[in-house]
């Protein structure tokens, strides 16, 4: 090839990514470099000055009990929220890749809490929880299991946040599952069956579970960083109460910038969570990459 020619096979190629690029730097590596920047400071919205304070932020947030008490929150949540869902999604796949005949009618219902505005749900969720005239709480009245106030009771408030994760979440895996169950060649199967694999616990455990080794990778991750993100129902439904029992990650860096207004804090406590993210994504690299050298 030309030198003339290379030059602008290098021009043409530099100019179609340049755009992706200028993007990605105003969007992307530009608010990332501000929030690390911003968490050496201790800067509040409408101050006059800002002072760097190095990692004074951070020394106070190994010592603040309202961080220790969300983080703690947050990987119960994670905890409770990953295994449910996933184990439920996958579930759901399995119902309807085996009943052909209401499939498109389970896949839609399976998948509108994930298309629903999650704070209309929210809202949904608050009456339907409601100790007076909620749903749920009627439902266990009438099976003599008396009434509970899922929202204000210390004990119960954390689980019950995870179980609306969990309602959201399963339509989202069970969604990824059903792609992972149809890329399976249905010739695997039969050749099981000549084998004399014939019940399904078999099929699943030899055949099923195995190929779905990565696309189980996949969604266990996924749904992890999705699970870090709560915020929009503590948001809505508790406001981190009663006592901080429902108070996640999200909703402290959310109160420090926006109701204490210390937003170099919440800039430190948002290197945190993004550290958290950052771990789960590197997780998910190292494993599948070394699937691939197995």
Known sequence: MPEWSKWRWRLTVLGLTLPALVLMLVFLVGPLASVVALSFTD???????ISVVWFEN?????????VRISLINTLIYVAVVVPGSVALGLGAALLIEADGSLRGFYRAAY?????A?????AIVWGFMLDPRVGAINAALKAIGLGTHDFLHDRRLVLFTLCGIGIWQGVGFNMVLFMAGLTAIPRELYEAAAIDGVRGGGDRFRLVTWPLLGPVTLFTVVITAIRAFQVFD??????DGGPNKASEV??????????????DGYAA???????????ALS?????????RRQI
Do not use: C, K, W
């Not at 951070?58 to 309202?66: G, K, L, W």
């Open 233 to 238: 129902t503590v948001q809505v439904l508790t």
């Open 43 to 49: 800067y509040q919205l409408g101050a006059p000055t």
């Open 58 to 66: 951070y020394v106070e947030m190994a010592s603040d009990d309202t």
């Open 249 to 262: 990650l999200l909703h402290t860096i959310y109160a420090e910038a926006f109701n204490y207004f210390r």
């Open 282 to 290: 590197a997780v998910r690299l190292v494993l599948l990459d070394r």
């Open 117 to 121: 505005t999650l704070i209309a749900m």
């Open 268 to 278: 430190a406590l948002i290197v945190v969570f993004l550290g958290f993210i950052l």
């Open 111 to 115: 998948f509108l809490p994930v298309m």
